[in-house]
């Protein structure tokens, strides 16, 4: 069964920071990933395959080629990418 996509954004974060020995904090909706949240590039990239893991889909390799791409920037960037590849897998 698949997790809420809230619950598995929230759990891919905290589990990168733990394994890079950081402590987990509150992870808010509109946290910036960088800024509040402390994740670097490498760290985004982690949390992508936790959440390819755990959810099922990339939607950063099935997005379309052209057209605008959301940027991600906040935690409910990430949970607003992940709900709208689901609903349309």
């Known amino acids: ?3 809420p ?3 598995a954004v929230t759990t891919a974060i ?3 920071l733990r394994d890079t020995g950081r402590d987990g904090r509150a992870i808010a909706p509109a946290a910036l990933l960088a800024a509040d949240v402390g994740l ?3 760290d985004l990239a982690q949390t992508i395959v936790l959440l390819e893991r755990s959810l099922g889909i990339d939607p950063f390799r099935t997005a379309p080629a052209s057209g605008p791409r959301q940027p991600v920037r ?3 960037d990430l949970i607003t990418i ?3 590849a689901l609903e349309q897998s």
């Open 14 to 16: 905290l589990t990168v």
């Open 40 to 42: 670097d590039s490498l």
């Open 5 to 7: 996509v809230p619950d």
């Open 74 to 76: 906040t935690v409910s």
């Open 1 to 3: 069964m698949t997790p």
């Open 82 to 84: 992940y709900t709208a």
